[in-house]
């Protein structure tokens, strides 16, 4: 298993639809065993392949709660469901998640409390999952890589000039920008 670089916001594959996974071989075992330890790593709740250059349709998620207990695992071409988000503004502690593809910052982001996922394993068996709440969040979060969208690309519009601001300034928003996980300090 590997750590790979995480792209950053403004490579093209994090701006773009991924492609539907076709082959099922070891290359795609080697590439999710990768993400798993990438996401761990980094640390993060989820990776999508885009995130770590690849455009296909996956992504992996891992979070241990005392309520739910360890949550992890791998969906592959996924379709995703969701209720209807809550009218409003975010709640700026409750609903503020953040992005390994825009690291270091959060934001507060209105999504949809219920989630459905469904898909395929690596033995191309189905998946599905329901969920609420945050796991809830961390499946809409990932499944938007896979459509080409950040979460900071469906911020309130005060938040996006910020996001553009913070871009600017970090040198971000070009193609093949990327950070290590376990190398790089991004808190500098």
Known sequence: MAILPIRITG??????????????????????ADMFETM?????????????????????????TDEHGR?????INPELWISPPPA???????ESEGCLSFPGERFPLRRADEAIVTG????????????????????QHEYDHLDGYLYV???RRHERKLVAKITRKMGWG???????PGVDNLDD
């Open 11 to 32: 490579d093209p594959v994090l701006h773009s639809p991924a492609e539907p996974v076709t082959e099922f071989d070891d290359t795609l075992r080697q590439l999710v």
């Open 40 to 64: 761990d790593a980094a640390p993060g709740v989820g990776l999508a392949a885009p995130q770590v250059g690849v455009p296909l349709r996956l992504f992996v998620y891992g979070y241990d």
């Open 71 to 75: 949550w992890r695992g791998v969906v």
């Open 88 to 94: 409003g503004d975010p709640d700026e502690e409750l």
């Open 120 to 139: 395929v394993d690596l033995e191309q068996q189905p998946v599905e999952i329901r969920v609420d709440g945050w796991r809830a969040r961390i499946l």
């Open 153 to 155: 690309d469906r911020l």
């Open 174 to 180: 070009a193609p093949g920008i990327s950070w290590m």
